[in-house]
C-alpha cells in the first residue's frame, strides 16, 4: 500500500470548514483514498473514500488532485463532536487488499 | 442495525490469567478483522477471517494468541497467558466483502494486565 503524509495536528473553529490533507504521491492506479477517524475512547469510525473523482456523503467530501498524489477530507461545518484524529488510508481493492494500514493521522481539534 | 458488538469493554486481569474477547460482527458481514491499539504501535491487524476461515494471522504476537471464529456471527480472540505487554484496546471489525468493503469498527476492548 502507498504511504500516506498527514500533518501531526490541526485547529478549526466551530462552524467553519475543517480542510485536512493527505499527500499519497506514490499512489498506484488501483488505489483507493479512504478516510476513517477515531474519537477519543472509540473505535475507528469510516468516513468516505475514494477513486479519482470528488465524492461526497453526509459526513463530508474528498477532493482528490488529478493527479492523485494528494487529497483533503472536507467537513464543511465542524462541530465539536468532530474532535478526532483522522486518518488516511490508501488502499487497493480485491486479492489481498484487506489490510487497513493506520498512520499516526490528524488529530483535529475543533474550538468554540 | 446494530454495529459490531464487543465484549467485555473493559477487562483487568492479572497477568498470567487467561484472557477472552469476544466479538459479534455486522449482521451479513463475511469478513471479520481483530486489530490491537497501544500508544507505541498505534493500531495494528492481528488477523483476518473470510467466511469464518483464518486468512491471515501473520499479525498476532506470539503462540499465547489465538482466534476462533466458530460461525458467521461471533468471533473470540483468546490471550493465555495473559502478559502486561498485552495491555491495549483491541478492536474487531467486520466488512461485507474484506478486500474491497469498507471496514466497520466495534466499540473496543480496553484489557489492562497488571
Known amino acids: 500500500d502507498a504511504k500516506t503524509t498527514q500533518p501531526t495536528s490541526m485547529d478549526c473553529a466551530e462552524g467553519r470548514a475543517a480542510n485536512l490533507p493527505c499527500n499519497h504521491s506514490?499512489?498506484?492506479?488501483?488505489?483507493?483514498v479512504y478516510w476513517y477517524r477515531q474519537i477519543h475512547s472509540q473505535g475507528p469510525q469510516y468516513i468516505i473514500h475514494g477513486l479519482k473523482n470528488n465524492e461526497t456523503n453526509e459526513m463530508a467530501s474528498l477532493i482528490i488532485t488529478e493527479d492523485r498524489k494528494s487529497s483533503t477530507l472536507i467537513l464543511p461545518h465542524a462541530t465539536l463532536r468532530d474532535t478526532a484524529v483522522y486518518y488516511c488510508i490508501v488502499r487497493g481493492r480485491g486479492g489481498s487488499n484487506y489490510k487497513l494500514t493506520f498512520g499516526k493521522g490528524t488529530l483535529l481539534t475543533v474550538n468554540p | 442495525d446494530a454495529g459490531v458488538i464487543q465484549s467485555p469493554r473493559h477487562e483487568v486481569t492479572e497477568m498470567g490469567q487467561e484472557v477472552t474477547l469476544r466479538c459479534k460482527p455486522i449482521?451479513?458481514?463475511?469478513?471479520l478483522f481483530w486489530y490491537r491499539q497501544t500508544m507505541m504501535r498505534g493500531l495494528e491487524l492481528l488477523i483476518y477471517f473470510n467466511n469464518n476461515v483464518p486468512i491471515d494471522d501473520s499479525g498476532m504476537p506470539e503462540d499465547r494468541f489465538s482466534a476462533k471464529m466458530p460461525n458467521a456471527s461471533f468471533s473470540t480472540l483468546k490471550i493465555q497467558p495473559s502478559e502486561p505487554r498485552d495491555s491495549a484496546v483491541y478492536f474487531c471489525?467486520?466488512?461485507?466483502?474484506?478486500?474491497?468493503?469498507?471496514?466497520?469498527f466495534g466499540p473496543g476492548t480496553r484489557l489492562l494486565v497488571l
Open positions: 471489525a467486520s466488512s461485507l466483502r474484506g478486500t474491497v468493503e469498507t471496514q466497520y
Open positions: 449482521s451479513g458481514h463475511n469478513s
Open positions: 506514490t499512489i498506484s492506479g488501483n488505489e483507493y
